[in-house]
C-alpha cells in the first residue's frame, strides 16, 4: 500500500480492528437490554400457550404463561413489554376491546400484579385485534374505515387500558387526530401520568403477515387508505409533526429494516424518545433462514438491532427482546 496523505503514511483503520478488545473498545454503538420491548400476544380461553406457526418461537400465551414471560423478561433486563389481547369473540365494533373484563385489560392486571413498575407496561391501543372484519376501526354504511367514529372508540379503550394498569399506551391505527384525541381522553380520565407512544409512521406492509396469524386477524382486503405508502419519505415528516403537537410522549417507525431512513430522519429531527418495532414478518425470516442453515441466527439478530441503534432508536420493539437481552448482557 502505497499512497500517502501529503507524504505522511497513509492512515490505516484495520489498526482499530486488531483484535477482540480494541474493537470493543471502539465500538460506537450498542443495542441496551433496557431500550428492548417485548411484544407478547395473550389469547382468551386457552389453556396451552398456542405457537404461531410463522414465528416459531413465539406463541400466542395463556394468561399463566404470559406473567411468566413478563417476570423472564423483567429478569433479563429488557425494558418493557408491549401487550396484545386476542379475543374470543370478535364484532363489527371491536366490543372487547373496552370491556374492562376483555382479555387484554384482564392481562395488563395480571402483568401489573406479577411485574410491578419493574417492566413498563404497554398495550397495542387498536380495534384491529377486536373486530370480525379485521380492520383497525370501525367502518361506515359503505365499508370504509370511519376516522372520527374510530376515535371515540380508541378513546374509550385508553380508559379502560389504562384503568387496567398500563404505563404507556399505543395507538397503533393510523387514524388522524389519534394521538390528540387519546391524550384528552386520558387527561379526563384523570390519567395524566400514563404516557403515549405512538405509531407515528406505520407503512402498509407485506411483513404484517405472520401477525395477522399471531392475532388470529380475519382482515380480508388492505390498510392502505390509513397506514402509510412504502413510496412516502416527507409523509412521515407530516404524521410526525402531528403527533408531537398532539401530545406524544415517544414516536416509533414500523416496520423497522426496510425503513431505516425514516427511523435516521426521526432520530435527527426530535428530542423524544425514538422507537422502531422489528415486526413478525423481519422476525420470520431471520428465523426461515436460520433453521435452514443460511444465516447465523444469533449474529443476524444482534446485526438488526444494531444497526437500529447506530440509526439512533434508543427503543426497539422485537419478538427477540428477551433472548437479545441475555446475549447483550453476556456481552
Ligand atoms: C395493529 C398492529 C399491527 C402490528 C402491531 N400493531 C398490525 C397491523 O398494523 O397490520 C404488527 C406487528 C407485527 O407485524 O409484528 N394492532
Known amino acids: 500500500m ?12 484495520r489498526r482499530l480492528r486488531t483484535t477482540a478488545a480494541m474493537r470493543r473498545m471502539v465500538a460506537e454503538h450498542r443495542p441496551r437490554p433496557s ?3 417485548l411484544p407478547a400476544f395473550v389469547r382468551e380461553g386457552i389453556t396451552e400457550p398456542v405457537p404461531v406457526s410463522s414465528m416459531p418461537g413465539v406463541v400466542q400465551h395463556t ?4 406473567r411468566k414471560a413478563a417476570a423472564e423478561a423483567a429478569e433479563a433486563g429488557v425494558g418493557g413489554i408491549m401487550l396484545f389481547g386476542v379475543p374470543e369473540h370478535k364484532d363489527a365494533v371491536g366490543s372487547q376491546g373496552t370491556d374492562p373484563e376483555g382479555i387484554l385489560q384482564v392481562a395488563l392486571r395480571d402483568v401489573r400484579a406479577e411485574v410491578g413498575d419493574e417492566l413498563v407496561v404497554m398495550s397495542d391501543l387498536c380495534l384491529d385485534e377486536y373486530t370480525d372484519h379485521g380492520h383497525c376501526g370501525v367502518l361506515d354504511a359503505r365499508g370504509r374505515v370511519d376516522n372520527d367514529a374510530t376515535l371515540e372508540r380508541y378513546a374509550e379503550m385508553a ?3 389504562a384503568d387496567a394498569g398500563a404505563h404507556v399506551l399505543g395507538p397503533s391505527g393510523m387514524m388522524d387526530g389519534q394521538v390528540g384525541h387519546v391524550r384528552r381522553a386520558l387527561d379526563e380520565a384523570g390519567h395524566q401520568d400514563v404516557s403515549l407512544f405512538a405509531y407515528t409512521a406505520k407503512y402498509a406492509s407485506a411483513f404484517y403477515g405472520p401477525f395477522r396469524e399471531a392475532v388470529g386477524s380475519s382482515l380480508k382486503g388492505d390498510r392502505n387508505t390509513y397506514q402509510q405508502d412504502p413510496a412516502n419519505f416527507r ?9 408531537l403537537a398532539e401530545g406524544a410522549d415517544m414516536v416509533m417507525v414500523k416496520p423497522g429494516l426496510p425503513y431505516l431512513d425514516v427511523l435516521r430522519e426521526f432520530t435527527r429531527e426530535v428530542d423524544v424518545p425514538v422507537g422502531v418495532y422489528q415486526i413478525s414478518g423481519e422476525y420470520a425470516m431471520v428465523e426461515a433462514a436460520a433453521e435452514k442453515g443460511w444465516i447465523e441466527r444469533e449474529r443476524a439478530v444482534l446485526e438488526t438491532l444494531t444497526s437500529f441503534t ?3 432508536a434508543s427503543l ?9 437481552a441475555g446475549w447483550l448482557r453476556r456481552g
Open 2 to 13: 502505497s499512497s500517502t496523505y501529503g507524504g505522511f503514511p497513509a492512515a490505516r483503520p
Open 35 to 37: 431500550g428492548l420491548i
Open 63 to 66: 394468561r399463566d404463561t404470559l
Open 159 to 161: 380508559r379502560v387500558q
Open 235 to 243: 409523509e412521515s415528516l407530516r404524521e410526525l409533526a402531528l403527533d
Open 310 to 312: 447506530r440509526a439512533g
Open 316 to 324: 426497539i420493539l422485537t419478538y427477540w427482546a428477551t433472548q437479545a
